[in-house]
């Protein structure tokens, strides 16, 4: 560790001192891209003061490579850990205590078009996030996600649970080696909402959806984290009643008389328009925002209410399923709202990044808990469960994704601050 700060801080001086600094840097950047590993790019920061960063899909290494365009391949060294290895795993996404006979599911990974994506390197990743903090916002494929993140950590680490409330839904952990903080707040819908009928079908209920008021058990909490991942979906597809400025606007399938029925994307996109507006405009958040898009579900033979499951053992090809109907409108009105978002968050001075994973996800009808998410004997209100992910299983892909950004977006603002360094020198 001595000697590479010793290297990064001969390069530092070597640059603001060259009569030929543009050449010069083209050359270091070169060099240090080939043999600086990875884990180091933190150090880099500690060496100069971080600047703006470009978005990964133009960065050094990505110019001609789209990570989220790809296939799925055999892996048979998957999974890097297992339901017994790993303890947060929630009960309805641990689908091999449950029973399920096959284990495939779990032995791919992706591979981009054009580039290689590295397998999730837990080690490297608690040193990008050393000393900061990160927050999932959403429902409960949020927290899947969590979880998944969480299994890959406590590979090399362990972690407290600090929070500061008994809500399952909500939790808080410290991962005190690395001063590293991970938390998920419940927030379904993103925005201010509440039951219609409190005594009502749990699953099936109406809900009442305040669209232009942002969800404060989250918005409350969220300008101290440095990322915050934020994603919604299925729960919109829920019977809900529209109003804005404390006025009914209409509904989404309520079936009630008098009520103007408005499609489920009016809603949709809404949220997440107040959702993007409530983060870039919180006073004091300079944190990071991805948003991780729509997550399929894999219905077959039927809807999710009506004898629908997922009992593929294989990934589809790119060529056997395509985003279309509902679930590519679903997609579209995501990244529309996130364009505009990013736009002002950039006006801002602040960065929102994709996790664009839908297309990724589409593949992987297999990876569901389908009826593995509880024992054949217990009464559950859920039905097939092809809505969640498996752990270990596809979901674990979210995190390489994640992991890849983070340490493009180290190394594109370090060499962002050598250029600028190296253009203002006299």
Not at 197 to 211: A, F, I, K, R, W
Not at 220 to 235: E, L, P, R, T
Not at 396 to 408: A, C, P, R
Request: charged share 20%; proline share 6%.
């Amino acid at each position: 560790m001595k000697a590479i700060k010793r290297y990064l801080l001969d390069v530092k001086n070597i640059i603001y001192k060259s009569k030929a600094k543009v050449a010069l840097f083209s050359i270091l950047a070169l060099i240090l891209l080939i043999t600086i590993p990875p884990y180091f790019y933190p150090l880099l920061h500690q060496l100069l003061p971080t600047s703006s960063s470009v978005n990964v899909r133009t960065s050094v290494m990505y110019r001609s490579c789209d990570i989220f365009k790809g296939r799925w391949v055999r892996d048979p060294k998957a999974p890097y850990y297992t339901n017994e290895s790993c303890w947060a795993i929630h009960d309805n996404q641990n689908c091999m205590k449950y029973g399920r006979p096959d284990n495939e599911f779990m032995k791919w990974r992706w591979k981009p078009d054009q580039c290689e994506l590295p397998i999730f390197n837990p080690a490297q990743f608690l040193e990008i996030v050393r000393g900061k903090s990160m927050a999932f916002v959403g429902d409960s494929l949020g927290r899947n996600h969590m979880q998944a993140l969480m299994c890959q950590l406590l590979r090399v680490t362990y972690v407290e649970d600090v929070s500061p409330t008994t809500d399952y839904k909500s939790r808080t952990w410290l991962f005190r080696a690395h001063d590293f903080t991970l938390a998920n707040f419940w927030s379904p819908f993103l925005v201010n909402a509440n039951e219609a009928e409190p005594n009502g079908d749990p699953l099936n209920g109406v809900y009442n959806l305040y669209l232009d008021e942002p969800d404060k058990n989250w918005t409350m909490h969220i300008n101290k984290f440095d990322y915050v991942i934020i994603s919604a979906g299925q729960w919109f597809f829920r019977p809900v009643i529209y109003y804005e400025n404390n006025k009914l606007i209409g509904c989404y399938s309520c079936n009630q008389a008098n009520i103007n029925n408005l499609p489920m994307y009016y809603g949709y996109a809404r949220a997440f328009r107040t959702s993007f507006k409530a983060l870039y405009g919180l006073n004091g958040f300079k944190g990071m925002t991805f948003l991780r898009t729509f997550s399929p579900a894999h219905f077959e033979n039927g809807e999710w209410n009506k004898g629908g499951n997922c009992i593929r053992k294989t990934p589809f090809k790119s060529n056997e399923t395509s985003l279309r109907g509902f679930m590519l409108e679903t997609y579209m009105t995501q990244i529309e709202e996130f364009k505009d978002a990013a736009r002002e968050a950039k006006r801002r001075g602040l960065k929102f990044r994709l996790l664009d994973i839908t297309e990724v996800m589409l593949l992987r009808a297999d990876g569901h808990p389908s009826i593995y998410g509880h024992w054949p004997h217990e009464k559950v209100l859920q039905y097939n469960d092809c809505v969640h992910w498996c752990l270990p299983g596809p979901v674990d892909v979210w995190n390489d994704f994640m992991l890849e950004i983070l340490k493009m977006e180290s190394l594109s603002s370090f060499f962002s601050h050598i250029a600028k360094r190296a253009k203002n020198e006299p």
